[in-house]
C-alpha cells in the first residue's frame, strides 16, 4: 500500500509500506492492506510506518489521515522537536 505524509512546509514521505500506526483522536489504530475506507483526525504522538527496510517512527502535534483504495493520505500540522 502508498503511504504519503506532507506538512504545511514540505513532502515528509512517500512511497510502499506494510503497516501504518496512527495516533487517533480515539486510539491508536494501525492501517494494513485492504484497510476499509476511513477519514480521521490526528492527535499529538507517534506515527510508525514499516516498509521492507524497516520500521520509522515519527512525533506529530495532530493532523488528519484518509485511508481509500490501499492509499494512505495523512495531513500533519507539525512536527514535535
Same mark, same amino acid.
Given at each position: 500500500?502508498?503511504? #504519503? @505524509? ?23 489504530? &494501525? ?6 475506507? @476511513? ?13 521492507? &527496510?524497516? #520500521? ?9 489521515? #484518509? ?5 494512505? &493520505? ?8
Amino acid at each position: 500500500m502508498y503511504l #504519503e @505524509i506532507i506538512t504545511p512546509d514540505t513532502n515528509i514521505f512517500a512511497g510502499e509500506v506494510v503497516s501504518a500506526t496512527f495516533p487517533g483522536k480515539k486510539g491508536s489504530f &494501525q492501517v494494513l492492506k485492504n484497510h476499509a475506507a @476511513i477519514i480521521s483526525t490526528l492527535e499529538a504522538g507517534t506515527i510508525k510506518y514499516k516498509t521492507a &527496510q524497516g #520500521e520509522t517512527s515519527l512525533e506529530i502535534t495532530g493532523g488528519v489521515v #484518509e485511508v481509500l483504495k490501499d492509499n494512505i &493520505q495523512v495531513l500533519v500540522e507539525g512536527l514535535k522537536k
